[in-house]
């Protein structure tokens, strides 16, 4: 291999090497985003027929949104006002026969 030929292929490998580079970089950020709408995780109450439900709601809307927690068997959680991009997080203790059935609005 001549000079000019190992010197281009050093550089080709570098540019592929920052290309890939500053693609995870921008890709990870998105990758860590909550998700869009409603996610949520439940839990027991100790000593009871109750369950904790820990959740969030993130506005992917480019206008502000009024959102609760939408919870079948049971009274409807708090009304969240929130911005473009923001997400919200809260609780609400349910009883054990209730379900969170997704988010509506208020």
Known sequence: MTTTMKRMAVSIAAV?????????AVATPAMAAE????????????GGPLKIVYYKIRNCH???????L???GTTDGTCHTIKPGQTVS??????GWAAVRDI???
Do not use: E, N
Not at 16 to 24: Q, W
Not at 35 to 46: E, I, R, W
């Open 90 to 95: 809260d609780s609400r203790v349910i009883a």
């Open 35 to 46: 998700p869009c709408g409603l996610s949520y995780q439940t839990g027991d109450v100790p």
């Open 104 to 106: 509506k609005a208020c």
């Open 16 to 24: 592929g090497a920052l290309m890939s580079g500053t693609a995870l």
């Open 62 to 68: 480019d206008t502000t949104v009024k959102r609760k």
């Open 70 to 72: 939408d919870i079948a």
